[in-house]
């Protein structure tokens, strides 16, 4: 059984977006034409709340992209993205919603960002993929959307690491590519067994 995993097409992501992608909206028809060929269809979505803990407003004198240690370890420093309900948390108008067999929001908790649809930045707390995919036979994942070098790349390497198949492909993600992350994420994502097409 397989799964096509569409990582965080929203529109903050996307050009004119609080944290946007270059672009990012250029994936949206390719993700929507692929639909078809998996058993199953997941949409991930970031879900904020305005106060969270990852947005360079919530610490005074930090600007986004600067690094913080948080007690599960470094995190980068975003502008606001993402807020709950807000127009940038929706899905790009055109990506096709209709297919979705789930939609999994993440990073919903003020003290601790979500990059991997797997687990939080903890590294250990669950967002309860895993046994949704488990529990429906699902072995072989695709994943695609934004950004590659951020939750594509910790939902890839969290993915493999669980045991699934997982292949990224890459013409359907865009990177944020800052500080070097995007060659970094590559990187990460083979050292553990991602197949990047
Ligand atoms: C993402 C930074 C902050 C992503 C989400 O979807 O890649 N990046 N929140
Ligand atoms: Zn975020």
Redesign the pocket.
């Known amino acids: 059984m397989s799964a096509l995993i569409v ?2 097409v ?1 529109n903050d ?1 996307c050009p004119g977006g609080n ?1 946007a ?1 270059p672009t990012g909206d250029a994936v949206v028809a390719q993700i929507n034409a692929m639909m078809p060929a998996f058993d199953a269809v997941i949409l991930t979505q ?1 879900w ?1 709340p305005g106060d969270h803990s ?1 947005f360079a407003s919530q610490h005074a004198g930090k600007a986004p992209m600067e690094q913080i240690q948080m007690p599960y370890g470094p995190q ?1 420093l ?1 502008p606001d ?2 807020v709950q309900g807000s127009d940038g948390a929706s899905f790009h108008p055109d990506l096709n919603l209709d297919r979705a067999d789930m939609i999994l929001r993440k ?1 919903y908790r003020r003290l601790i ?1 979500s ?1 991997s649809a797997f687990f939080e930045n903890d590294h250990t707390t669950p967002t309860g993929l895993d046994g949704y995919l488990r529990s429906r036979g699902i072995k072989d994942l695709t994943l695609v ?3 590659f ?4 790349a910790f939902s890839a390497v969290d993915a493999a690491r669980l045991g699934y198949n997982v292949t990224v492909l890459r013409d359907a993600t865009r990177a ?1 590519d800052f500080d070097g992350s995007a060659r970094a994420a590559q990187i990460a994502m083979q050292a553990d067994g991602v197949t990047l097409i």
């Open positions: 990582i965080d929203q992501f944290l992608v970031d904020h990852s980068v975003w993205h993402c990073g960002d990059y959307g934004l950004a070098d951020f939750c594509v944020i």
